[in-house]
């Protein structure tokens, strides 16, 4: 996904975040239910994506198809992607498959970041058992199983997994959007991976802290972020003094090798 799209998707995961956060694993479900209806119905995605048509005209289709079928929280994402620019009609399901992994996330980051690293350990699980069982390979991708034993059959495979990576597992063999089911998986995990971006604080600093300021830092992190991190410090002596953070994309600097460089950038017109 480039360009138009890509924009779009970026704005929609700002302005949808508190959204998929409180909706969670309920949510996400009824996203990945609408994917599969959006998959399904070239007219519906061409409808909820035609730049010739008016905002209000796009939205009311969602609005007519899904609203009363599902929660206030699902049409809201809905009508929010059906709003924006798609460059192909197909991006607008990609932007929706995303959005759906991106509330599994946030449910499974309600245990905070280790809640986060289990998911990913039980999805990456799954993979290495496909992986090494060609005879699971071939059941797992049959198109001639009925789509809920192949389903159920993934489950197995997860033994006590969590309910938010046996909905992703399952997403991914039953509705796998062209791509082998552990692919499909594989880019859940990267989803998490960024999810798991958001807990830990990448520290550069000029000399090493001493347990004081490692505390004080901790600290100060805290009440900005409004979570405990956990810091990954790292020592460069060329930083000439100050402190870079960076947690996901945010990034607090106040090095003054960052201020050299504004300064050479100002210089440089």
Avoid: C, Y
């Avoid at 609005?63 to 059906?82: I, K, N, P, Y």
């Avoid at 100060?220 to 960076?246: C, N, S, T, Y």
Wanted: proline share 4%; aromatic share 4%; glycine share 8%.
């Amino acid at each position: 996904m480039a360009g138009t799209s890509s924009d779009s998707l970026t704005a929609a995961r700002r302005d949808l975040d508190p959204v998929l956060t409180s909706g969670g694993l309920p949510l996400a479900a009824e996203l990945f239910t609408a994917l599969r209806t959006v998959d399904d119905n070239a007219p519906l995605r061409r409808a909820m994506t035609d730049p010739s048509w008016t905002v209000e005209r796009r939205v009311g289709v969602v609005r007519s198809l899904f609203g009363g079928r599902v929660s206030e929280g699902a049409t809201t994402v809905l009508a929010d992607l059906a709003a924006r620019r798609w460059t192909r009609d197909r991006d607008f399901g990609d932007a929706l498959e995303q959005l759906a992994t991106t509330a599994v996330a946030a449910s499974a980051e309600r245990e905070g970041l280790d809640g986060l690293g289990r998911l990913a350990d039980q999805l990456l699980a799954f993979n290495r058992a496909v992986g090494e069982s060609h005879d699971l390979q071939r059941a797992l991708t049959d198109p001639q199983a009925p789509t809920a034993s192949r389903g159920t059959l993934a489950e197995r495979l997860l033994g006590g997994a969590s309910p938010e990576a046996r909905l992703l597992v399952r997403q991914a063999v039953e509705h796998p959007r062209g791509l082998k089911p552990v692919d499909l998986v594989r880019d859940f995990v990267d989803a998490v991976a960024e999810r798991q971006r958001q807990w830990i604080a990448e520290v550069t600093v000029a000399r090493p802290l001493a347990a004081g300021q490692h505390e004080r830092l901790a600290a100060g992190l805290r009440r900005l972020f409004g979570r405990d991190l956990r810091l990954d410090v790292a020592v460069d002596p060329e930083l000439v003094g100050g402190i870079r953070v960076q947690v996901g994309d945010d990034v607090v600097d106040s090095s003054v090798q960052s201020r050299l460089h504004d300064l050479q950038r100002k210089l440089a017109g």
